[in-house]
């Protein structure tokens, strides 16, 4: 372990190198989270209203990667699928990592996309429940090596889905509103009554084994 350096009385602990009010997002509500990524140290994914959109700090380069407003429907075929698509999606939530990025929307909606590929490549909704808003969504690797990604919302529902062929792999059930968030083997899911469990993410994914 690095040894502590003492702090000094107006140090310098961070600089700006760039600062930009050309691209703006979007938040429509104060409990909204992740709708701002950095991957890198010069990649930034934001929601700026209907808009997904890269900006790049080191080409000053703003790119829409997708476009919500109108119509989004998914280029590939997967089982599940909604090959109608989605109008006018409100993203409530987002991740990106490895070149692939997911979209939570407030009626529940899913939509997947390689950024290293044309189009939408999977389009879904988890739950058509009137509580249907999704929390948060977040992209991990498996032991094995396999890319899931969690998403939960706000039926109570938590949900794996495979990101390869983008099937849903196991869907768990809280008695209150979840957010969730996983670290490898870990996974922590927070509900707004601030009930905590913590649980292994083995491939019954059933048991719970922390509460507080």
């Known amino acids: 372990m690095k040894d502590c350096k003492p702090t000094e009385k107006g140090g310098m602990y961070y600089e700006f190198r760039r600062n930009t009010r050309s691209i703006k997002s979007t938040i429509l509500h104060f409990q909204l989270r992740n709708l701002v990524w950095a991957t890198s140290k010069h990649d930034i994914y934001l929601v700026s209203h209907?808009?997904?959109?890269?900006?790049s700090a080191l080409s000053g380069v703003d790119t829409e990667l997708i476009n919500v407003q109108g119509h989004v429907a998914p280029r590939e075929k997967h089982a599940g699928s909604l090959s109608e698509g989605f109008y006018q999606t409100q993203v409530s939530t987002l991740?990106?990592?490895?070149?692939?990025?997911?979209?939570?929307?407030f009626q529940g909606e899913l939509i997947c996309k390689h950024l290293d590929r044309e189009g939408i490549s999977f389009c879904c909704r988890t739950t058509y429940d009137d509580n249907a808003i999704t929390n948060a969504v977040e992209i991990f690797n498996t032991s094995s090596g396999a890319v899931h990604f969690i998403a939960s919302n706000n039926d109570s529902g938590v949900r794996?889905?495979?990101?390869?062929?983008?099937?849903?792999?196991?869907?768990l059930q809280f008695e209150w509103p979840v957010n969730v968030g996983s670290f490898g083997f870990l996974a922590i899911s927070v509900t707004f009554m601030?009930?905590?469990?913590?649980f292994l993410l083995v491939?019954?994914?059933q048991a719970c084994?922390?509460?507080s």
């Open 209 to 211: 084994f922390f509460e």
């Open 160 to 171: 794996y889905y495979d990101m390869e062929r983008f099937q849903l792999f196991k869907h």
């Open 194 to 198: 601030f009930y905590i469990w913590i």
């Open 203 to 205: 491939l019954s994914l």
């Open 95 to 105: 991740a990106v990592k490895d070149n692939l990025l997911v979209a939570g929307g």
């Open 50 to 55: 209907y808009s997904i959109r890269h900006w």
